[in-house]
């Protein structure tokens, strides 16, 4: 019995505590929107992505047409020269995926760019946040942008606004 009024004593003093902590809510894409320097840096990433892409195709496009003119000539090419024309094709698809990963992989250059265009931004967003939180006090913010499994949340919760004009925008 005494072991239960424990359990009942401690469960009801975290349910007190719980309740008297303070959330917030900002929408991320709502703050990433209405911030010039985020809009020019997702133009300039994609610019260099479809340069990139481009390069990454005409490479392609070269061992396609090496491969078609390889298979219209095959019937008159000595052993030797179709091993060596199956060889330079290769290569140049080896050489299209390894610009392809270059570029595009996970640790590829598009990949750096954004982090070092991203990073500033994003760090300026959570000092904001911050510095709103601390002043406020609140316990937790959550970002109603990738909390996919929201359903409601008050309006008069979200510091969206507030985040902006902290940042002065």
Excluded: H
Excluded at 15 to 29: N, V
Excluded at 50 to 61: D, F, G, N, P, T
Excluded at 73 to 91: G, H, T
Excluded at 151 to 156: E, L, M, Q, V
Aim: charged fraction near 30%; hydrophobic fraction near 35%; aromatic fraction near 8%.
């Amino acid at each position: 019995m005494k072991k239960f009024s424990t359990i009942l004593t401690v469960m009801c003093m975290l349910a007190l505590s719980a309740g008297a902590q303070k959330f917030a809510l900002i929408d991320m894409e709502y703050i990433l929107g209405k911030i010039p320097a985020y809009e020019r840096a997702n133009e300039q990433l994609n610019q260099l992505s479809k340069r990139w892409q481009a390069e990454v195709e005409a490479i392609s496009q070269e061992a396609e047409t090496l491969y078609k003119n390889y298979q219209s000539e095959a019937l008159f090419l000595s052993d030797e020269q179709k091993k060596k024309k199956e060889e330079e094709i290769v290569e140049k698809e080896k050489s299209a995926s390894e610009l392809k990963r270059q570029y595009f992989g996970p640790e590829g250059e598009l990949y750096k760019k954004r982090e070092s265009l991203m990073a500033p931004i994003q760090d300026e967003i959570y000092e904001a946040v911050k510095t709103i939180s601390e002043s406020k006090g609140y316990s937790v913010v959550v970002d109603r942008a990738s909390a996919g499994s929201m359903i409601y949340a008050s309006p008069k919760i979200d510091i969206s606004n507030e985040v902006l004009e902290k940042m002065g925008y």
